[in-house]
């Protein structure tokens, strides 16, 4: 799949004008691709894995395939918002205590449904769409430190999961705008 890529530096372009006529939400991700703009990342996730070939990111079988949507759903929607740009700005001074706490509640959750479903990956043995918002959901725990000794099966399936390349390679430190000290 051809791709180019537009910089958000530190999310400060998500702030212009021309961003928010391409995402009005001002957040990321924001894909053209086939003539359409797709926002939300599990939107964009599953319009790629219907459109191009490759391995599948939703199960054939609808209940891995609903187990993988529950997953993803509890992350992106359930977690990940509460530590966007946006939010962390209104917190001010109190934005780890917060990240903190809401990472810990949702990975509270999110763990007992992982020792149900999780193989090798987040539900069995293929990676799915579940491990693409896993991986980044863990970044930011860390990044707020989070203790992940609590949460035994996440964090077994991030380590399994930053072992390969496309994971290693789509890490924030890895990223052409991540400042130089952040950098890998």
């Known amino acids: 799949m051809d791709t ?17 006529t391409l995402n009005p939400m001002q957040q990321v991700p924001a894909v ?23 391995p599948r990111l939703l199960p054939e079988d609808p ?22 740009l946006y939010v962390i700005q209104k917190i001010g001074a109190e934005k780890v205590q917060w990240a903190h706490h809401f990472i810990d509640r949702g ?5 007992p449904i992982l020792k149900q479903t999780a ?10 769409m579940a491990d693409i918002c896993l991986v980044p959901q ?7 430190k989070v203790d992940l000794g609590q949460y035994p099966t996440i964090k077994r399936l991030n380590q399994v999961l930053l072992q390969i390349e496309a994971f290693k390679v789509s890490d924030p430190s890895c990223q052409p705008d991540t400042p130089a000290d952040l950098r890998a």
């Not at 053209?32 to 490759?54: F, K, M, W």
């Not at 992106?76 to 530590?83: E, M, R, T």
């Not at 990975?107 to 763990?111: D, S, T």
């Open 32 to 54: 053209e691709i086939d003539g359409i703009t797709l926002s939300q990342s599990l939107a964009v996730i599953q319009y790629i894995d219907e459109t191009r070939p490759g």
């Open 138 to 144: 863990v970044y930011n725990a860390e990044r707020f």
């Open 119 to 128: 193989g090798k990956y987040c539900v069995g043995d293929e990676i799915s």
């Open 63 to 84: 209940k891995k395939r609903a187990q993988v949507r529950m997953i993803s759903d509890v992350i992106a929607s359930g977690i990940q918002p509460l530590q966007n």
């Open 107 to 111: 990975f509270q959750a999110l763990e």
């Open 4 to 20: 180019s890529e537009v910089p958000a530096h530190g999310g400060f372009a998500l702030l212009t004008e021309q961003y928010k």
